[in-house]
């Protein structure tokens, strides 16, 4: 046997032999390292004439990859072995009491999500879902936004490839398509809300290209403005944690309900702060308006049995207001510290009964 093959056959044992990861990188070191048995025969190839180094140089080359190759496969080896040995025998209780130093935290608009949901449930609400890209019928036309129309280019869409049939998905740039998804699935009567993201191409100090929005849809044979202020007043109440709370309903423009009108609350502006509930400003915090006719007609309700209201939240913005958070931005820029100040402990859970953020 030459020297080669009793240097590999004495190398490989040892590598077999180790039992630890670091008798294993000693064993490694001796053979590959700098001054390894392996790297010295390397060495001699420097010195040798061209017709040994033809013969030495493969045969050397040879068993530094075979020892390499023996090298790694012992590690994955202990590896696993090692695993296997902590899986049998360490154990987390799960039943311990968590330290409260060392929770994650709830990103507000987890928390606000949490708190909007329960406030909806007591009212009799369930919670809907879509999904967040979008067909541009039901983002769009089934929406009462025809292609020519030009609230299309006011919600500054984010569009995909077009498909074979030549349309193109969108993100959907609110939550409105929800209540689509919902008439055309379920029966009336409906009481839904769907909290979501929602995408515009828009970025600035005020406006980030994704945000959340909670949309409402109320549908049954006898619905009024009259629900809808309630709804929106009892909402507004419990939300910002209020007695009572004014409110404006200005005249505006939605395609998909009619009448429309956009929600202010009294507010007072004390230098950066906003106080509700008191004061002589006003600050616009929604959308709504009662379901127009041919929406219903789209999704086959008969406009003169049925009729209802929706109302549009932008999330974030609520987010701001009720715990005075001062930049948007941030809200996305995963700031470990940022959601240690202004995120919630994980184990309270917002409940009307239990109080929602205190
Ligand atoms: N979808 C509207 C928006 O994003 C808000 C809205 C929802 C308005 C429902 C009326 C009814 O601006």
Same mark, same amino acid.
């Given at each position: ?31 590959? &390292?700098? *001054?390894? !048995? =392996?790297?010295?025969?390397?060495? $001699? ?5 061209? /017709? %040994? ?8 080359? &040879?068993? *530094?990859? !075979? =020892?390499?190759?023996?090298?790694? $496969? ?5 590896? /696993? %072995?090692?695993l296997?040995?902590r899986l049998?025998t360490e154990r987390i209780d799960v039943t311990l009491p968590v330290l409260a130093q060392q929770t994650g935290r709830i990103h507000p608009i987890s928390q606000t999500i949490d ?208 715990y005075?958070i001062?930049?948007?931005?941030a809200f996305?820029a995963a700031d470990l510290r940022w959601l240690k100040h202004y995120g919630f402990p994980s184990l309270d859970i917002p409940s009307?009964?239990g109080g929602?953020s205190r």
């Amino acid at each position: 046997m030459s020297d080669i093959d009793a240097l590999e056959k004495e190398l490989l044992a040892q590598i077999g032999a180790a039992e630890s990861q670091s008798e294993l990188e000693q064993v490694r070191v001796d053979a590959l &390292g700098k *001054k390894g !048995r =392996v790297s010295a025969l390397m060495k $001699t190839l420097g010195g040798m004439s061209a /017709e %040994e180094r033809k013969v030495q140089g493969p045969l050397l080359n &040879g068993l *530094k990859d !075979r =020892v390499n190759e023996a090298v790694h $496969t012992r590690k994955a080896a202990l590896e /696993e %072995e090692e695993l296997n040995r902590r899986l049998v025998t360490e154990r987390i209780d799960v039943t311990l009491p968590v330290l409260a130093q060392q929770t994650g935290r709830i990103h507000p608009i987890s928390q606000t999500i949490d708190e909007l949901c329960a406030i909806f449930a007591d009212l009799g609400f369930s919670v809907a879902e879509g999904p967040d890209i979008e067909t541009d019928e039901m983002n769009f036309s089934a929406l009462n936004i025809p292609p020519e129309h030009p609230a299309r280019q006011m919600h500054d869409t984010f569009y995909l490839e077009a498909k074979e049939d030549g349309s193109r998905d969108v993100l959907r740039t609110h939550t409105s398509p929800v209540q689509i998804r919902t008439m055309l699935t379920e029966e009336p009567p409906h009481r839904v809300i769907a909290p979501g993201r929602v995408y515009r191409c828009d970025s600035d100090q005020t406006h980030t290209p994704m945000f959340h929005q909670v949309e409402g849809l109320v549908i049954d044979r006898e619905t009024h403005m009259g629900h809808l202020k309630w709804v929106l007043e009892e909402f507004c109440k419990a939300f910002f944690e209020l007695d009572s709370i004014s409110m404006r309903f200005r005249p505006s423009h939605f395609p998909f309900t009619e009448p429309s009108m956009e929600v202010d609350i009294r507010c007072r502006r004390d230098g950066g702060q906003i106080v509700l509930g008191e004061g002589d400003d006003w600050l616009e915090i929604l959308g709504c308006g009662m379901v127009h006719p041919k929406v219903l007609q789209y999704v086959g309700l008969d406009p003169d049995v049925f009729q209802g209201f929706a109302f549009g939240v932008g999330i974030d913005r609520m987010a701001m207001l009720k715990y005075g958070i001062p930049d948007l931005r941030a809200f996305f820029a995963a700031d470990l510290r940022w959601l240690k100040h202004y995120g919630f402990p994980s184990l309270d859970i917002p409940s009307l009964a239990g109080g929602l953020s205190r």
